[in-house]
């Protein structure tokens, strides 16, 4: 794989903030044309996709959001369907319908959600190591990972929960590197509320009752050694959309787009210009 540790990450466009009918939500843009819409995980933030805004702005109108608690946007009930809601609430205050999604992680639940719900909305769905949500029920406990987390972003500065979490993204990276520091830094920004009400959410979400209504094209991107996403929840996700295009990229971790994003964008690019077939496969090493 092509080491893109010592690459200068690029520069985000400026935050915006749309006031929507479900609260504020702020976002990054660049570029014209059609909406390609980012949405991260829960361990980052619109900064997450600085690649991607970059590389797809000579084509595409690039949207990133912060997700509800995320960056400078309102927090949300702790209920998938109140984090649809405010995707819808703000898309219909920047325009651009139908959109692609890009849901990574978290992003992709709430995405896939979304996409299941309003399908009129979307006219193409990615998702990034993502799942169809824990499904468990209201009386479970906060899981020990989530827990942990939470304890040590209380107990952590900023900069040492932020290193933490992106060992956690990019196994094995140079932590001096640039791309390892920008991804801790994204992180370390964390907000706690934002992050008890996400992992909660994601907790009792289950998208597996809906996800046979998922229309159009749509691309599961898995890594090869996500530690993130248990086993069970990825076979949930292929299991419940049989007629994915899905490639699994070897020896990528938890944050493709940080740590290979030529390779991930190209994949991306591939199945937005139609290249691929409704076919289930292993990808090219990066």
């Given at each position: 794989?092509?080491?893109?540790?010592?690459?200068?990450?690029?520069?985000?466009p400026?935050?915006?903030?749309?006031?929507?009918?479900?609260?504020?939500?702020?976002?990054?843009?660049?570029?014209?044309?059609?909406?390609?819409?980012?949405?991260?995980?829960?361990?980052?933030?619109?900064?997450?996709?600085?690649?991607?805004?970059?590389?797809?702005?000579?084509?595409?109108?690039?949207?990133?959001?912060?997700a509800?608690?995320?960056?400078?946007?309102?927090?949300?009930?702790?209920?998938?369907?109140?984090?649809?809601?405010?995707?819808?609430?703000?898309?219909?205050?920047?325009?651009?319908?139908p959109?692609?999604?890009?849901?990574?992680?978290?992003g992709?639940?709430?995405?896939?959600?979304?996409?299941?719900?309003?399908?009129?909305?979307?006219?193409?769905?990615?998702?990034?190591c993502s799942?169809?949500?824990?499904?468990?029920?209201?009386?479970?406990?906060?899981?020990?990972?989530?827990?942990?987390?939470?304890?040590?972003?209380?107990?952590?500065?900023?900069?040492?929960?932020?290193f933490?979490?992106?060992?956690?993204?990019?196994?094995?990276?140079?932590?001096?590197?640039?791309?390892?520091?920008?991804?801790?830094?994204?992180?370390?920004?964390?907000?706690?509320?934002?992050?008890?009400?996400?992992?909660?959410?994601?907790?009792?979400?289950?998208?597996?009752?809906?996800?046979?209504?998922?229309?159009?094209?749509?691309?599961i991107?898995?890594?090869?050694?996500?530690?993130?996403?248990?086993?069970?929840?990825?076979?949930?996700?292929?299991?419940?959309?049989?007629?994915?295009?899905?490639?699994?990229?070897?020896?990528?971790?938890?944050?493709?787009?940080?740590?290979?994003?030529?390779?991930?964008?190209?994949?991306i690019?591939?199945?937005?210009?139609?290249?691929?077939?409704?076919?289930?496969?292993?990808?090219?090493?990066?």
């Amino acid at each position: 794989m092509t080491s893109i540790e010592n690459m200068t990450v690029p520069e985000c466009p400026p935050l915006k903030i749309a006031d929507t009918a479900q609260g504020w939500i702020s976002y990054r843009e660049k570029g014209e044309g059609q909406t390609l819409l980012f949405l991260h995980g829960n361990l980052g933030s619109s900064r997450s996709w600085a690649f991607q805004l970059a590389d797809f702005s000579g084509s595409w109108r690039t949207v990133a959001w912060d997700a509800p608690g995320y960056g400078q946007s309102d927090d949300q009930a702790i209920d998938i369907d109140a984090y649809v809601a405010a995707l819808a609430a703000f898309l219909e205050a920047i325009g651009g319908a139908p959109v692609v999604l890009v849901g990574h992680s978290m992003g992709g639940t709430v995405g896939a959600r979304f996409a299941a719900l309003h399908p009129d909305r979307v006219s193409a769905l990615v998702l990034s190591c993502s799942h169809p949500g824990y499904g468990e029920p209201e009386s479970a406990p906060m899981s020990e990972k989530f827990e942990k987390r939470m304890e040590e972003l209380k107990q952590f500065d900023k900069d040492a929960y932020g290193f933490a979490r992106a060992r956690d993204l990019l196994p094995g990276f140079d932590e001096r590197s640039p791309v390892f520091r920008y991804a801790a830094e994204v992180a370390g920004e964390t907000r706690p509320e934002g992050l008890r009400r996400a992992s909660r959410m994601l907790q009792l979400a289950d998208n597996r009752p809906l996800m046979f209504r998922l229309r159009g094209p749509i691309l599961i991107l898995t890594g090869g050694i996500d530690q993130v996403v248990a086993p069970r929840l990825k076979a949930d996700l292929l299991a419940g959309v049989p007629r994915a295009r899905h490639v699994e990229m070897p020896e990528l971790a938890h944050a493709p787009y940080f740590q290979a994003p030529e390779y991930y964008d190209g994949l991306i690019r591939e199945f937005l210009a139609g290249g691929f077939n409704e076919t289930h496969e292993t990808g090219e090493k990066p």
